[in-house]
């Protein structure tokens, strides 16, 4: 098992966001967590990377419990995340976005360079010394992910990739996802877009209203259509 | 002509430790968003220790080791002071950690006092820059010519060091986000040490090769924070080159602002400042802040206005002080008069800095006005003594309302530094302008007339326009007026599109306070019976700003409270001790790390914990809420 989550409950201040959320992943698979807007995917992954200060629960990663740990420990040990704001660096060039994103080699995930991301995403190598204030929103996801991707993770949170792109860089992501699959990268995707989900995943999450209602395989969602209609926004 | 160029040359010689300074100042509040207040201590430290290690040690390897030992040593104490209580703070509201590090600095005043003593120090000349270049008949002492050459090589290194290095990178993504820097695996921790050790080298170094040139003394730290506050806020907080051009330009103007006007050489470049905030209130070459993202409150406790029974409560002690002097002596009396008059200085800043979310750094300026408005009238102008006291502090609202124009263009940290910029420049005035102001001499016999004389009679009357002043203020803060300032504060977005003029209601703001500070300050040249640059002096700034916080940034009559129990604790400690700036910056950091609520704070959180226990016996509330990204 790479990841798994168990009693996950979040609060931000005296708000409680998450119930009991409990998520696993296998090695090398690709999961979705589906929801509608606000139902707690964002947090699911920020509390996953100890990004919300106030959680309880277990968050194991290969084997290890890293609830305790700080942000950056739990991404050093392999753990990348790709936020949905993209949060680019605006005023360092894509180059040296990447740089803030490079880790040392992992025995155990695959290895990434600046040019091997260069050709997953030939856009970026077109432009490595432009600002990342003055790239489209389509480069500017592609380069959180190869951001991330730096850090040679052999996980990756993807926080709504396709979300506000054009379909043809949807296109493009699905191919970079796929892509990233074959090298052996487990994958978490959070979408709303069940298509693009259905296109890169083994299995599917749906969280509502900070709760898991739904775990199973993508051909066990489509054969409940009345969960389908019900969480998702179609 | 020979005359303009050597003139010229020595502003750009005083430029490179200004520019060492303010850009360790902004590479420090780039990434840690800390405005550090210490930094001019640590310049003046840099200068103590670079003094004794170039004394010890004899020497052209003694002197130039000197100066970068003496940085380093200081740079390691900056490490030790950002590990211990910087990072307990990193999270809190930015006033807090403007007082923190303003704390801090006080301390390091008494300490070099212990270590070095009062005296000025003449430091070594530097071995290989003792003479001087001859130009056209004109001296240039080549130290300074050494320094001309220093800023710019120094200002080559860090660019080399932020766009070459990955830790330079680091810095600059941090600077952005830095939560999406640890996201990416970067131990934050780390980095925000390393950038604070760099700042502090920056400052201490400027410090070291000033020795050279000036003596060393312990106001060195104040004297340079203003100048530097000045320089980032024209050059742009955050920006280096923003830094270095600033610094070339306020030494410039101080170079020949002392030939136009030799005694108020600090109004030119308060009037470059003015025109750069008009036209790029972010500085020449910063960039306009996002709004700033509000720290959520220490407290959630909506205001109320006072119950019927507080009320009572209030009028009972009110009553129980007017009947004071039929028990108490002169000295307690007047000791009374003083702690009254503070509770008016401290209510108006309070009006400010919690009701309007603007933290002055700088509020004594209008105290002081205030007191000198009471001086000029009842001296120069010979007025009768309500006369002088209704018309003193017009002053201050004058002062106020200029520089509060200027300054509400601001907000958080660059507001701070402005605010205290501009009472620095009052203090100046005060202090230099002696033929109007007496200088450091004040202005004497300005005595209260026969029928306010007695301990007991001007106790009365301080006390009861204390009350006056303090029920109108609290009037407002639940008027209209008071609403538009608390939205315009709790959401400046959001209080313009319901049509609240932002700027317009915190100018108001800012004027009513200073007209009260300057109330106070009437009152108290009368009490003191004279007037002295002192009372505009940041330390009673600071005093302002630690008996608000004291009482309770986030209540209503925290100032109140706190007033009357720091002045009377600070009147009694300075009986007691010497060391009373150790003390009291010891208390402020103190109080910043272990009690932010202050008195009243803590005790409505009791009250409040009480009450909410009740609350969950007599019904079990669930309350859900909406699940949020």
Not at chain 2, 469 to 494: E, H, I, K, Q, W
């Amino acid at each position: 098992m790479k990841l798994q989550v168990a009693d996950l409950n979040s609060f931000y201040g005296p708000a409680h966001i998450l119930f009991d959320i409990a998520l696993e992943v296998g090695e090398g698979e690709v999961v979705a967590l589906l929801g509608r807007n606000g139902a707690g995917k964002s947090t699911t992954f920020r509390s996953i990377v100890g990004l919300v200060e106030s959680r309880s629960g277990r968050i194991v990663f290969e084997g290890k419990d890293v609830s305790r740990e700080p942000t950056h420990a739990i991404v050093r040990g392999g753990l990348g995340y790709v936020p949905e704001e993209r949060r680019i660096f605006t005023d360092l060039t894509v180059e040296e976005n990447l740089e803030v994103g490079r880790q040392p080699k992992r025995p155990n995930a695959p290895h990434w360079t600046r040019e091997k991301l260069f050709t997953l995403f030939p856009n970026l190598g077109e432009m490595r010394n432009r600002p990342g204030g003055r790239m489209s929103g389509g480069e500017q996801q592609m380069l959180t992910i190869a951001r991330t991707l730096m850090g040679n993770p052999s996980l990756v949170l993807l926080d709504e990739p396709s979300e506000g792109l054009s379909p043809k860089i949807v296109e493009q992501m699905v191919d970079a996802i796929l892509a990233m699959k074959k090298e052996g990268v487990s994958i978490v995707v959070s979408e709303q877009n069940l298509h693009f989900a259905r296109l890169i995943s083994d299995r599917a999450y749906i969280i509502e209203r900070g709760k898991i209602c739904f775990g199973g395989t993508m051909a066990e969602l489509d054969a409940r259509p009345d969960i389908r209609d019900a969480h998702l926004s179609l | 002509m020979a005359f303009y160029f050597v003139q010229f040359l020595t502003g750009l010689a005083s430029a490179a430790s200004l520019f060492l300074v303010a850009s360790g100042l902004s590479i420090i509040f780039g990434v840690t968003r800390i405005v550090n207040f210490a930094h001019g201590a640590f310049y003046m430290l840099g200068a103590y220790v670079a003094f004794t290690l170039t004394e010890r040690f004899s020497g052209a390897l003694g002197f130039w080791g000197g100066i970068v030992v003496a940085a380093l040593i200081v740079a390691i104490i900056g490490v030790l002071v950002e590990m211990v209580l910087l990072r307990r703070i990193y999270h809190a509201p930015e006033l807090f950690q403007l007082l923190a590090t303003f704390g801090l600095t006080l301390m390091v005043q008494d300490i070099v006092v212990m270590i070095w003593g009062p005296d000025d120090l003449l430091g070594r000349r530097a071995p290989g820059f003792k003479g001087a270049v001859d130009f056209f008949g004109q001296n240039i002492p080549s130290y300074d010519l050494f320094l001309i050459a220093l800023s710019p090589i120094v200002l080559g290194i860090l660019w080399l060091l932020f766009q070459r290095t990955r830790w330079g990178v680091l810095v600059r993504a941090a600077t952005q986000d830095r939560d999406m820097v640890a996201a990416l695996g970067v131990n934050q921790k780390w980095l925000f040490t390393s950038v604070f050790a760099l700042g502090v080298f920056l400052a201490a170094l400027g410090g070291a090769l000033q020795i050279p040139r000036d003596a060393v003394h312990h106001a060195l730290d104040l004297r340079i924070i203003v100048e530097v506050f000045v320089v980032v806020v024209i050059g742009g907080l955050g920006s280096i080159i923003g830094a270095f051009v600033a610094a070339v330009l306020v030494s410039e103007l101080n170079a020949f602002g002392i030939l136009i006007f030799p005694k108020i050489s600090i109004i030119l470049v308060f009037l470059v400042m003015a025109v750069v905030l008009i036209v790029r209130p972010w500085g020449l070459f910063g960039k306009p802040e996002a709004a700033a993202r509000r720290t959520p409150g220490l407290t959630v406790t909506p205001w109320r206005p006072l119950t019927s029974g507080e009320r009572l409560m209030s009028l009972g002690a009110l009553v129980l002080a007017a009947m004071m002097p039929l028990f108490a002596g002169n000295y307690a009396l007047t000791v009374g008069s003083e702690i009254a008059i503070f509770v008016i200085f401290a209510a108006s800043l309070h009006f400010l800095m919690s009701v309007g979310g603007l933290a002055s750094f700088g509020h004594a300026a209008y105290f002081g006005l205030g007191a000198y408005g009471v001086a000029f009238l009842a001296k120069a102008a010979g007025l009768p003594m309500i006369a002088s006291l209704l018309l003193g502090p017009v002053l201050g609202l004058l002062g106020a309302a200029v520089f509060g124009f200027f300054a509400v263009q601001l907000s958080g940290v660059y507001f701070a530094m402005l605010t205290l910029a501009f009472a620095q420049i009052v203090w100046s005035i005060a202090f230099q302008w002696v033929e109007v102001t007496g200088g450091d001499n004040g202005i004497l016999g300005v005595w209260p007339e026969r029928w306010a004389a007695s301990p007991a009679n001007f106790y009365w009357l301080s006390l009861g326009i204390t009350a006056l002043v303090v029920t109108v203020l609290r009037v407002m803060v639940f008027s209209p007026f008071g609403f538009a300032l608390r939205a315009t504060r709790d959401s400046p977005l959001r209080s313009e599109a319901i049509g609240i003029n932002g700027k317009r209601v915190q100018w108001t703001a800012f004027v009513i306070s200073g007209t009260v500070a300057g109330i106070g300050g009437a009152l108290f040249a009368y009490l003191k019976g004279s007037v002295f640059p002192d009372s505009v002096g940041i330390s009673l700034s600071v005093d302002a700003l630690v008996m608000v916080l004291l009482g309770g940034v986030e209540t209503v009559s925290g100032a109140v409270i706190g007033a009357i129990v720091f002045k009377a604790a600070n009147i009694w400690l300075v009986s007691q001790t010497d060391l009373s700036k150790l003390v009291l910056g010891g208390f402020i950091v103190l109080m910043v790390v272990a009690f932010p609520k202050g008195i009243v704070g803590t005790l409505e959180t009791i009250r409040n914990r009480r009450r909410s226990a009740e609350a969950k016996k007599s019904a079990l509330v669930t309350s859900r809420i909406e699940a949020a990204e």
